[in-house]
């Protein structure tokens, strides 16, 4: 083989290799995160839990939050929880 046909066959394993490894590092990257947030041990899921649906989030603010929670890695579930816990705290003691 010509040192052209080569070189062109290493450069195209090198790009490959530099492809594979970019997306290891993206699913890495979300496989580190995932495991931090979802359900919290402290506010567990049970047969007694109820659910609250909340609308009407101005689209900014919802956007803020999912890239903050996202930064984070917890979920808009567990912050909004502990929020309403301190909430009812300061009630208290007030």
């Keep these: 083989m010509s040192a052209k046909v080569i070189d062109a066959a290493r450069r195209r394993e090198r790009e490959t290799a530099a492809h594979h490894r970019a997306i290891e ?10 495991p931090l947030r979802g359900w919290s041990g402290r506010f567990p899921v ?3 839990s109820k659910a609250y649906n909340l609308r009407g989030i101005p689209p900014e603010l919802h956007d803020a939050v999912v890239a903050k929670c996202q930064r984070d890695g917890i979920s808009q579930r567990i912050v909004l929880l502990q929020l309403l816990t301190e909430w009812l705290q300061e009630s208290e003691v007030a």
């Design 46 to 48: 049970t047969d007694e």
């Design 25 to 34: 590092r993206r699913t890495k990257k979300k496989k580190r995160a995932m």
